[in-house]
């Protein structure tokens, strides 16, 4: 699956005809998991059941498409088996039990409900919630396209503007000579990562910048009347801020990750998730989450695109133990420099980024390939140590054309 982004320009009766209908798509899934919730051993079946119902009453969700109405059901429902998952893996830690959305985005339709122009240009929205023709900006040409690849078009809202979105279905694999090349990677506070050949890769300067402009931002949001105009104004330029700033992280990581596959055979990183878990003094980390997880995503994504192995080691003692000897010397957050008993002294990251490559190796060496629920990726709280994941596909679909 890969997606194609385009600006979606129209008027501002047909930007309000999609935000009716973001508006209906949400409630079409809350009032879904609230019926899940009240009737006990609900089923994607009977939620189906359940939206025809809704069609019936409220005369404003027949007018949605009915396949979008059926993605909205689609939505609940993996937010319900999300947690029926969590409580069957006895994950630790919460379990995602499915919550009201308040504040949806985005409406999804699949097949139906939509037109493309002779000239691929335009996209005519045909149900009636009257969103009418928007006109396609962007780089790609779906000319290129069959139009059967495409499975599902999503209108999404963004602080500067709406977005029209087209879901292929496209093995898109690409060949590559291996490299013969394996590396293990230590995320850090202070460094973006360290590589098991003590090459730094530091963190890039928007991750700095970008925190003030935001606070000084939200500071002009506090400043301006609550409910005036001007607030409203000030909230919309806090958004575009970080929107700016989500996708320069989302470049950052992917671009990053890209390099990282391409040049290597193998690569191995923590999964920090269980790092939190076992609650090691290094939670610090967590500061870094928001880019290490995108970071890690793309990893998976390139891994699968690229065929290359990605593995996530367990992260327990992997900066304490000697890469040398494999005696441990523990250490704080503070100690920057690994120096062991047996005369090896390295950077702390690096030693670390060692282990991590090592652990994988012998993982690798025995396990074989785990295939895990592809759609548990960037949610799931059971990624397994050593699991490992090339096969894991999961919800990675927004290869841009930034690449
Ligand atoms: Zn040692």
Redesign the pocket.
């Known amino acids: 699956m890969f997606v194609l982004e385009f600006k979606a320009k129209g008027k501002t009766t047909q930007y309000a005809a999609i935000d009716e209908a973001i508006r209906t798509a949400q409630l079409v899934r809350n009032k879904c998991v609230r019926f899940w919730m009240d009737n006990k051993g609900t089923g994607q079946k009977e939620l189906y059941r359940h939206s025809t119902v809704l069609r019936e009453e409220f005369s404003f969700v027949k007018a949605l498409n009915s396949s979008a109405c059926q993605a909205s059901v689609e939505r609940a429902y993996s937010a319900i088996a999300r947690f029926y998952d969590n409580c069957r893996k006895a994950t630790p830690g919460k379990k995602g039990y499915p919550q009201f959305k308040k504040n949806c985005r985005s409406v999804e339709y699949k097949t139906s409900g939509w037109k493309l122009a002779e000239t691929r240009k335009q996209i005519t929205f045909t149900d009636k919630k009257e969103i009418g023709k928007l006109k396609l900006k962007g780089t790609w040409d779906l000319n290129f396209y069959q139009l059967d690849q495409i499975k599902r078009v999503r209108l999404v809202r963004r602080a500067d503007g709406y977005y029209v979105q087209f879901l292929f279905s496209a093995d898109n694999k690409v060949e590559v000579e291996p490299t013969g090349k394996t590396v293990g990677l230590d995320v850090g506070l202070k460094e973006f990562y360290t590589d098991s050949q003590g090459h730094t890769e530091h963190n890039p300067r928007f991750y700095r910048t970008g925190e003030k402009r935001l606070k000084f931002k939200q500071r002009r949001v506090y400043r301006k009347k609550k409910g005036s105009a001007n607030r409203k104004k000030a909230i919309n330029r806090l958004g575009r801020v970080h929107l700016k700033i989500s996708r320069q992280r989302e470049e950052h990581a992917k671009r990053l990750a890209r390099c990282v596959i391409q040049s290597n055979d193998l690569v191995a990183y923590e999964d920090l998730r269980i790092k939190n878990l076992v609650k090691n003094p290094c939670l610090a980390k967590s500061i870094n989450d928001v880019g290490w997880y995108q970071f890690r995503k793309w990893l998976e994504y390139f891994g699968v695109k690229f065929g290359k192995v990605t593995v996530a080691v367990n992260p327990a003692y992997t900066s304490q133990e000697?890469s040398?000897?494999?005696?441990i010397?523990k250490k704080s957050l503070s100690m920057r420099t690994h120096v062991?008993?047996?005369g090896?002294v390295i950077d702390r990251d690096w030693n670390a980024a060692i282990n991590i490559l090592k652990l994988a190796l012998s993982t690798v060496g025995h396990t074989g390939t785990w295939i895990l629920d592809p759609t548990a990726l960037g949610d799931s709280t059971s990624t397994l140590a050593g699991v490992i994941q090339s096969e894991q596909v999961g919800s990675m679909n927004k290869e841009s054309p930034l690449l």
């Open positions: 000697c040398n000897c494999g005696a010397v062991c008993k047996c090896f």
